[in-house]
């Protein structure tokens, strides 16, 4: 039997019918990264010792009849999350060898459920990129084709799941980093709504941005993990206490027809946007298609504030970078280059040493946006756009219970091709990013493939702690599409 292609649902039945052990799962899944992950570098850290010693205690609790959501089951981790015991570099020098004291809420929650922690995957630089280039330790390749990137910034994450390296994984999503990589790399990836999910011991890049979320084979599997990790933290001031529904027994009793009915806005300035690729647009109207004919009414809807989304993103998400990083000192933990003549002299060469090219672009320009003089003229007009994309996403949901669009422009493009090229880098994340501006939940599901073989997704956003809504739109899509069985023969 090939462990390594199990989902998380076929592999807790296999387990629990003793048809496997969670030990065997793990091995079959550790000799997996050692046969690929040389080429595709999705993991930074592989922790197989601990892993098979999670394992062999999940299965003297399964010989003895206990039962949990995820027990026995190898997750693998986007690598700012913190890990008791297992390093947290946020694929930068400057955390190259720091080792947390304790674990995050979400980690706490996995392993309360039974999972097995089989790994720390790669990232863009403290979770800054698109396309996992950015890693201060390698890049990561797209397993669909090596030349391209994975996505970004929890690329390591979606290729991991991908190229079936670990059953599930979890990644973070500031403007787009769950949901790019998930459709660069034929999965689902899932950025719930704001406050859903704690994000107690989560290195933060944008703290009024980021959230935690799942990336998986297929949107059951999400649906299971999002039953785990969501919920109020008392740790975590920004954790919403909302009741969190059964998302897996509503994913059971779902047929399609439950989809008559609800109404799909398609926003009119996401489909002009320069540069769209002919098999993007291809797809999504497939996807839209297909949707129409599962009984979902399309209607237009507008976003005005599309055309400045991206200018005002890198204003504020820079600028609350420039104050989370600047902890990041060389004085209390992390590197600390021990040449400097002076204190000023250590935090300069600390952090030229240990941030790279990406990190410090933001750095700069984040703090110049809150400096003396500018702080109105760019973080508090950025802020206003904000709100008002807000509010343009409360007008369109008063017409339509969902949104869908493209996650990305293209297709995943060449390792190298935008490396130069910020802005371009910066673009690509301009259908994804006004989800996270608004704290909305958002999911990209498979909906087909380029000419060259490259996956495409379609996104789906609904409002505030509606997650039910993308997971039962994304499972109808899934179930008459059936693409959540393709992936790379590797």
């Not at 304790?102 to 929650?109: E, H, K, L, R």
Request: charged share 20%.
């Amino acid at each position: 039997m090939n462990l390594h292609k199990l989902t998380i649902q076929q592999a807790r039945a296999g387990l629990e019918q003793r048809d496997f052990s969670s030990v065997e799962l793990v091995n079959s899944l550790l000799e997996r990264i050692e046969k690929l992950d040389g080429e595709i570098g999705a993991y930074i850290t592989v922790d197989s010792e601990g892993a098979r010693r999670a394992a062999a205690e999940a299965d003297d609790l399964l010989a003895k009849g206990k039962r949990a959501p995820l027990l026995g089951i190898p997750i693998a981790l986007k690598d700012l999350l913190c890990t008791k015991g297992v390093k947290t570099t946020c694929a930068s020098r400057i955390l190259e060898d720091f080792v947390p004291e304790y674990d995050a809420t979400v980690v706490s929650m996995l392993k309360k459920a039974g999972a097995v922690i089989i790994g720390k995957t790669n990232l863009d630089e403290f979770a800054m990129g698109s396309s996992t280039e950015n890693s201060g330790f390698h890049i990561t390749r797209n397993p669909w084709n090596r030349d391209h990137v994975p996505g970004g910034s929890s690329g390591g994450s979606a290729a991991a799941v991908s190229a079936r390296m670990c059953t599930a994984a979890l990644g973070t999503d500031t403007g787009g980093s769950i949901r790019q990589p998930a459709s660069h790399c034929g999965v689902v990836g899932i950025k719930p709504t704001y406050g859903r999910v704690s994000r107690y011991g989560l290195v933060s890049y944008a703290s009024s941005l980021d959230q935690i979320g799942p990336i998986t084979r297929d949107v059951m599997d999400s649906a299971l993990l999002l039953n785990v990790i969501c919920g109020h933290d008392s740790f975590d001031s920004t954790s919403a206490n909302v009741a969190v529904p059964d998302f897996t027994s509503a994913l059971t009793r779902f047929d399609t027809d439950g989809l008559k009915g609800m109404k799909a806005g398609i926003p009119k300035e996401f489909l002009s946007v320069k540069g769209l690729d002919p098999d993007v647009e291809k797809f999504f109207n497939n996807a839209r298609n297909t949707l129409e004919g599962l009984g979902v009414e399309m209607v237009e809807v507008s976003l005005p504030q599309t055309d400045y989304a991206v200018a005002a993103y890198y204003v504020i998400a820079p600028s609350e970078a420039s104050s989370n990083l600047a902890r990041f000192d060389g004085v209390r933990y992390g590197l600390r280059d021990t040449s400097a003549q002076d204190l000023i002299d250590m935090y300069k060469k600390t952090k030229s040493r240990g941030f790279g090219a990406e990190v410090q672009r933001r750095i700069i320009t984040g703090t110049y946006a809150l400096s003396a003089g500018y702080y109105d003229a760019y973080y508090g007009r950025a802020t206003r756009i904000r709100a008002m994309i807000r509010d343009d996403f409360n007008r369109a949901f008063e017409n339509c219970d969902i949104i869908i669009s493209p996650v990305a422009p293209t297709p995943a493009f060449k390792i190298g091709e935008n490396v130069d090229d910020p802005l371009t880098m910066y673009l690509t994340d301009i259908f994804t990013l006004s989800t996270n501006m608004a704290g909305l939940p958002g999911i990209s599901v498979p909906c087909g493939f380029s000419a060259t073989g490259l996956p495409i997704g379609l996104q789906i956003m609904a409002t505030h702690f509606d997650e039910m809504a993308l997971l039962k739109t994304g499972y109808g899509l899934e179930k008459t599409l059936g693409l959540q069985n393709k992936f790379p023969d590797i």
